[in-house]
């Protein structure tokens, strides 16, 4: 089979994602220069250095790599993936805020190992499933082992505690087993026991609680709990049809928390307006039906359903953002793919994106 060109169409999504991103990042942080030029620096360097100058190298040298090889380094790079995240634990290596233990620091670099986590489960669940596809077994060899691999991830994750990251996972995991054929009874028993589980963890887990209570009644708490929820709104709400124009934004200063980060949907909102909310959120659409498209006309079942958990993983991640800061879902602290400050998340995605744009050159015309 001749190779073919990458889906430049993919490509140019891609493309215009991560230069809105940009261009609304560049004046969200202005937020934070306000308060502390030291603070805006080194946003400023991790996102350039760490996301788009490891990220636009690892890109390149997906982009080169045949796909087989992330099949065959499968399990090494997984159990790399586990080693690395849990290692946030250790003494002078790990780094916490807030409470939280999601970082590791080695000189001036600090980065969120979780964001490897999710690459690495992704590649490695679609090995599996390709290497099972022909035992007809479902529960045994599919069902089984992603409750496993599930069971491992929850233990740290939990710990750290990052709730959302392992979200984002299951739905994913439980997603890739969809397209790989496994009967619809499984997938349906899988999925209302994943939100059990999950109103179980919400019953014990006190923040949970105050994030369901909070999503419930946006208005219960508007100095606490409930303040980014209400100044999102407000941010958008100002923003109208039109925006009130591109660095405008008068909530990155001093009310909206993280405008850089979790906050940067809210920021757009109030800039670009209704207009530019509805073009991103349009745009992240046409992402994730080229991206299924490239992943059916893949050349088999490892590819497919690598690009297809990695397309799945980037636009719940980014609807799960874009809904929390709408109200529509409860707030999770996800970044915004392509757009949020986070280094490791960017330089992540972009490898990934490399690899889809790898798979496509091989694209097969289906009937």
């Given at each position: ?72 380094y499968s399990f090494y790079i997984f159990l790399g993936s586990i080693l690395l995240t849990a290692a946030v634990f250790i003494p002078y290596l790990g ?146 049809i039109l925006g009130r124009g591109y660095g405008q934004s008068i909530q990155k200063f001093s009310y909206l928390p993280e405008p850089q980060g979790d ?105």
């Amino acid at each position: 089979m001749r190779e073919k060109k990458i889906d430049r169409f993919f490509l140019i999504i891609v493309f215009l994602l991560i230069f809105i991103g940009t261009a609304i990042f560049i004046s969200a942080s202005l937020g934070i220069f306000a308060k502390n030029e030291g603070t805006f620096y080194s946003v400023l360097i991790s996102q350039l250095i760490l996301g788009f100058g490891f990220g636009g190298i690892g890109m390149y040298f997906a982009l080169k790599i045949d796909y087989k090889f992330w099949r065959k380094y499968s399990f090494y790079i997984f159990l790399g993936s586990i080693l690395l995240t849990a290692a946030v634990f250790i003494p002078y290596l790990g780094w916490s805020h807030l409470g939280a233990e999601r970082w590791i620091q080695l000189g001036p670099l600090r980065f969120q190992p979780v964001e490897i986590l999710k690459f690495g489960f992704v590649i490695y669940f679609a090995a599996w499933l390709s290497w099972t596809k022909n035992r007809n077994q479902d529960f045994k060899f599919k069902i089984l082992p992603l409750i496993a691999l599930l069971t491992i991830i929850a233990f740290i994750l939990f710990n750290q505690p990052d709730t959302k990251s392992f979200i984002l996972i299951a739905i994913t995991g439980i997603s890739m087993l969809f397209i790989s054929g496994v009967s619809i009874k499984y997938i349906t028993l899988l999925g209302v026991g994943s939100i059990f589980a999950l109103g179980i963890l919400v019953f014990f887990t006190p923040y949970l609680q105050e994030r369901v209570k909070t999503f419930i009644d946006p208005s219960q708490d508007p100095r606490g709990s409930s303040y980014q929820i209400q100044q999102s709104l407000i941010a958008i709400g100002s923003g109208g049809i039109l925006g009130r124009g591109y660095g405008q934004s008068i909530q990155k200063f001093s009310y909206l928390p993280e405008p850089q980060g979790d906050s940067i949907f809210a920021v757009l909102g109030e800039e670009l307006g209704f207009i530019g909310s509805v073009t991103v959120i349009i745009l992240y659409l046409l992402f994730v039906l080229r991206g299924l498209r490239i992943a059916n006309n893949s050349p088999d079942l490892f590819s497919r359903l690598l690009v297809s958990g990695i397309v799945i993983l980037i636009i719940a991640q980014s609807f799960m953002n874009i809904a929390s800061i709408t109200g529509v879902f409860p707030l999770t602290g996800v970044p915004l793919v392509f757009m949020s400050h986070g280094g490791t998340s960017l330089m992540i995605y972009l490898i990934a994106i490399g690899i889809v744009l790898q798979i496509s050159k091989h694209q097969q015309s289906r009937p």
